[in-house]
């Protein structure tokens, strides 16, 4: 079973020492230099003091000063360019104290400017600090396929539950989780596609569903509903196809294995493969290093977690980043 304390410590090391050299190469808003070193000290002295809790403590202190601040900051420019700018200074004002109040001022000047802006009849103004944006993410609301696999995998889990259990095998068995022999010896295909709907407890669910909208929501606006939902399905199935394969060459030995992590890590790969042919442009060589950085993360968490299938993970990931190169838009040529 996953450790969501061992999760948490590492998202809260991780991510502000990523954000800090962002800062340091100017890929991100200085504003952000205190919280992450801040969140840093709040780690070591966790990990020294107060070791069994330290995930809990540490993932604590990023919820509050990064990950809050920069969600509802985002938040505040997306809804007052809806103009809903009564929600979007209450946004503002939640994370107050949270946040550099420089941050918070400018942001504030700049709902002004596109309430202005939009009164008057002219251009709305470009957000400031978009530099920075973990894996290029444009959007904060969740959108249609997102919204639809993430309801899917709920009901699945709610049907774990009412059958035995989310951690019981033989209800795992059952529901179609992915086991190799059964799969080669009796043809029961079906399973590489229900397997990646199943989970292994709340917290695997919880981090998968996570995982998925925050990554999500970005390639499926640039790619449309429908390719994401294919993208998202062919590379769960394709990783578990993987899986088996190297089952029956004898490279692995699995008897079951469930969760949505691969298609997540599909939708890494496919983003990263629909940037490919544009990777010239300045924005997509930083989103495609950001990536780089998720991979590196992922797979140090492979590795230092228990039960948790690399394999998977990275045959999700291959199997993304071909498709995205197959849905890629094509540039026009110009005369």
Request: net charge positive.
């Amino acid at each position: 079973m996953l450790d969501l304390n061992q999760i948490f410590l590492l998202i809260a090391a991780i991510s502000p020492a990523i954000l800090l050299f962002q800062t340091w190469r100017g890929a991100a808003s200085p504003h952000w230099r205190t919280a992450a070193l801040f969140v840093l000290l709040v780690v070591g002295a966790a990990w020294l003091f107060a070791r069994p809790w330290a995930g809990f403590i540490s993932g604590g202190a990023w919820l509050l000063l990064l990950f809050l601040p920069a969600t509802a900051l985002r938040k505040s420019i997306e809804v007052a360019r809806r103009g809903r700018f009564p929600r979007a200074r209450r946004l503002l004002n939640a994370v107050r104290f949270l946040h550099s109040g420089r941050a918070v001022r400018e942001h504030a000047q700049l709902i002004d400017m596109i309430e202005r802006a939009q009164a008057e009849g002219r251009a709305i103004p470009a957000a400031p600090g978009a530099r920075g944006s973990s894996f290029g993410r444009s959007r904060t609301g969740t959108t249609p396929a997102v919204a639809t696999l993430i309801v899917l995998n709920l009901a699945m889990f709610a049907a774990q539950m009412a059958f035995g259990g989310s951690t019981n095998p033989m209800t795992l068995h059952r529901l179609g989780a992915l086991e190799p022999a059964t799969v080669l010896v009796n043809g029961e295909y079906w399973r590489l596609a229900t397997a990646i709907f199943l989970h292994y407890g709340a917290a695997h669910l919880l981090v998968n569903l996570f995982a998925l909208h925050f990554f999500g929501p970005t390639l499926e606006s640039a790619i449309g509903s429908l390719r994401f939902a294919v993208c998202y399905l062919l590379s769960g199935i394709g990783s578990c196809a993987e899986i088996t394969m190297m089952s029956r060459l004898q490279w692995l030995e699995i008897d079951q294995l469930v969760g949505a992590s691969a298609a997540v890590m599909g939708i890494v790969g496919a983003w990263a493969g629909s940037l490919m042919r544009d990777r010239h442009l300045p924005h997509n060589r930083r989103v495609l290093r950001n990536i780089l950085l998720i991979v590196a993360i992922q797979s140090l968490f492979d590795i230092l977690t228990p039960r948790v299938s690399m394999a998977a993970h990275l045959s999700g990931l291959v199997t993304g980043f071909v498709l995205g190169l197959l849905i890629a838009p094509k540039r026009r040529s110009t005369a």
